[in-house]
């Protein structure tokens, strides 16, 4: 009784918690929308804005994004508005999440706002094409994250500041058309790509640190500036003629490559975007941060961008996804994983459109049949199939742009570090994500006259749908790459024993790769484990000795056993998921079987597990 009462208080205190916090989020994004109505109310537009009080700010304010979570606003970007006069202070200077501001082509005058100090996440600022005047900012050092920073088309005057220095993440820098005056200080910005400082009244000699770029850059000033030779270091990357960047690709992506690689996530966050700019030929339109323009339409199959075709990110009908190659090269990334076909990346875009872009090594097929296995894939709509989105194809470069889910692969949340935040994943759970991975897989078996192999069956491919249940990923891969022989390592707890390379992957092999993944399930062992003595299991292998032994729970995952009731439909699981992994391929039940399967261990209840009780300990 005395327990309960304590449980009682104590989930009490929690709910009372989880509500405070909520709150304290809620009121943070009321006062971003105050903010952003203080800045609409005090600052004059030709264009009206639909930013009305009562409509959700994060979906339908035109210009607006917010956060995954909706609790902050991160992007603005109200270019070609008409907004005209200087900004309101204590306005957008609030938005403290801030990360992408875009006010370009409007006609808003008065100097940099002062109070912009206070916006330190602040990574795209857009300012072109206005009447700003007045000098830069003293101090840019407020701003760490600042990765593209465009004022060019303005009247800024005074000196270019010695603080520019500070921005380690910058990568573009454009103070063109302005007027600026005295002489460029060296700027230290390893990763700066793009400069333009034309048509300013700067005079003296380019400093060191910026004779790498071309002398256009300098173009419309003193004419001193252009008393240069270009220093050929291998980093030159700003727009040149075209055959000597091409020239040097080869080398570069190599090295950026390693860094990616060394760095993993940390070092990825730029080298992605980086490697990408420096592997792939730039295009040259502005309309990137244009929310009014730059939606793809729907039904609408690509963007078309570079002279010879070679740059075109073709998108799947019914995709509204705003981005185009340029907004990805531009994306900043991090290493989620490397599979057995590539390096996967998790990309989050300006505009904060977040994206996996999956780079594919070793594709064997020329460009027809890339495209035609992509089509294939990307023509699966399915709520247990991850969609494609789109893909690139050029001889160097191969990718694939998918959703991103934010809760994870099915392997990191049975096998990934416990404690913390982690969700425990209770029996319901499972047989959600069971069943949605058993229907997403027998859906590719249907396509192509019911001949598509998934052929990369394994729980890291395996995500939840906003409805928690199972979703499967990179289908149909296997057919378009070099063969990968079994590999050694963590996938070969998946190996069908019949399957001697990728390429021979069948339908029967996948259906035993999802016996695997049923077993891990209840189990919560990895494919492959070593045990105390350090001997390294197959959990295959390892279930059929439990099994033929002696019947005994000590196959079950222990997390499952507090949940009381549930035993007979573990070993119902447990009876489909030794069915899937048979030697014989011919003896696996079909998917569509095994769909049947799962859902008849519940008849009388439909497709949906209906909850059981965690056990009262
Ligand atoms: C928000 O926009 C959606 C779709 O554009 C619309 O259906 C909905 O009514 C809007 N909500 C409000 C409160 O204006
Ligand atoms: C800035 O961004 C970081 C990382 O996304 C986040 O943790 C932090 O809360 C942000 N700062 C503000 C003031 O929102
Ligand atoms: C800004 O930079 C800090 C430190 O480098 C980092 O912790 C933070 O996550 C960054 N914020 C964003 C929005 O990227
Ligand atoms: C900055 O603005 C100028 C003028 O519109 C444009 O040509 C340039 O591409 C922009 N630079 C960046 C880095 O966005
Ligand atoms: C630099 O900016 C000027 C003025 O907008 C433009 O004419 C020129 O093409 C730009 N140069 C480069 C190299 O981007």
Redesign the pocket.
């Known amino acids: 009784m005395k327990r309960q009462l304590g449980l009682a208080v104590f989930m009490a205190g929690a709910i009372f918690l989880v509500l405070k916090c909520n709150a304290a989020e809620k009121s943070l994004l009321e006062s971003d929308k105050q903010a952003l109505l203080d800045f609409a109310n005090n600052l004059p537009h030709s264009r009206s804005l639909n930013w009305d009080a009562n409509s959700p700010i994060c979906h339908n304010w035109t210009g607006i994004s917010c956060d995954d979570e909706g609790n902050r606003v991160i992007s603005v970007r109200l270019p070609g508005i008409g907004l005209h006069g200087p900004i309101p202070a204590n306005t957008l200077g609030r938005l403290s999440a801030l990360r992408i501001l875009s006010l370009r082509s409007n006609a808003i005058d008065g100097s940099f706002p002062l109070d912009f100090g206070g916006l330190k996440n602040l990574t795209f600022l857009y300012l072109h094409y206005n009447r700003f005047s007045g000098p830069l900012p003293l101090d840019f050092s407020l701003w760490r994250n600042l990765t593209v920073l465009n004022l ?2 303005n009247a800024f005057t005074g000196t270019i500041r010695t603080s520019l220095s500070s921005l380690s993440q910058l990568t573009a820098l ?1 103070l ?2 302005n007027s600026l005056s005295g002489e460029i200080p060296d700027l230290n910005l390893p990763n700066l790509q ?6 300013n009244d700067l005079v003296g000699s380019v400093p060191r640190s910026l004779k790498r770029f ?1 002398k ?2 300098f ?2 000033n003193d004419q001193s500036l252009l008393d240069y030779t270009v220093t050929s270091s291998p980093l030159v990357l ?2 040149r003629d075209q055959g000597s960047r091409i020239k040097n690709v080869g080398k570069l992506s190599q090295n950026a490559m390693l860094g990616l690689v060394v760095g993993g996530s940390v070092v990825g966050l730029v080298g992605f975007g980086f490697l990408l700019f420096v592997c792939l030929l730039r295009r040259k339109a502005d309309n990137d941060d244009d929310v009014f323009t730059g939606k793809l339409e729907k039904g609408e199959r690509a963007i078309s961008g570079g002279e010879d075709g070679s740059d075109k990110l073709a998108f799947f009908e019914g995709c509204n996804y705003a981005f185009d190659l340029e907004d990805l090269l531009r994306a900043s990334a991090e290493v989620l994983g490397k599979g057995t076909f590539g390096t996967a990346y998790r990309a989050i875009m300006e505009n904060a459109t977040t994206v996996v872009v999956k780079r594919l090594k070793d594709v064997n097929v020329g460009k027809r049949d890339f495209e035609q296995q992509m089509e294939l894939i990307g023509g699966i709509k399915h709520e247990n199939v991850a969609e494609l989105r789109a893909y690139y194809y050029s001889k160097d470069e191969k990718l694939m742009v998918y959703d991103y889910y934010t809760q994870g692969s099915l392997s990191s949340m049975l096998h990934g570090k416990r404690g913390e935040n982690k969700t425990p994943l209770d029996w319901e759970r499972r047989v959600k994500i069971a069943l949605g991975a058993a229907r997403g897989i027998a859906r590719v078996h249907e396509e192509n006259n019911g001949k598509l192999v998934h052929g990369n069956v394994k729980s890291s491919n395996i995500f939840l749908n906003p409805q928690n249940y199972g979703c499967v990923s990179d289908p149909g891969l296997a057919a378009v790459m070099s063969s990968v022989p079994p590999p050694v390592a963590r996938a070969a707890g998946y190996c069908a024993p019949e399957v001697t390379d990728t390429r021979k992957a069948t339908q029967a092999s996948d259906v035993y790769c999802f016996g695997v993944i049923l077993l891990e399930l209840l189990t919560g062992k990895s494919p492959i484990h070593t045990t105390n003595g350090d001997e390294i299991l197959h959990l295959v292998r390892w279930v059929h000795s439990v099994v033929r032994e002696e019947w005994t729970a000590e196959v079950f995952d222990l997390e499952l056993l507090k949940y009381l009731n549930i035993e007979e439909e573990l070993v119902e699981m447990l009876q489909i998921a030794i069915a899937c992994v048979v030697r014989m391929a011919e003896q696996r039940p079909k998917m569509s079987q095994v769909v049947k399967m799962i859902e008849n261990m519940r008849p009388g209840e439909g497709s949906i597990p209906m909850p059981s009780s965690p056990g009262v300990v």
């Open positions: 060019s088309h454009n063109a058309k793009q400069l333009n400082l034309s048509d071309p256009s850059v173009l419309g700003a727009p």
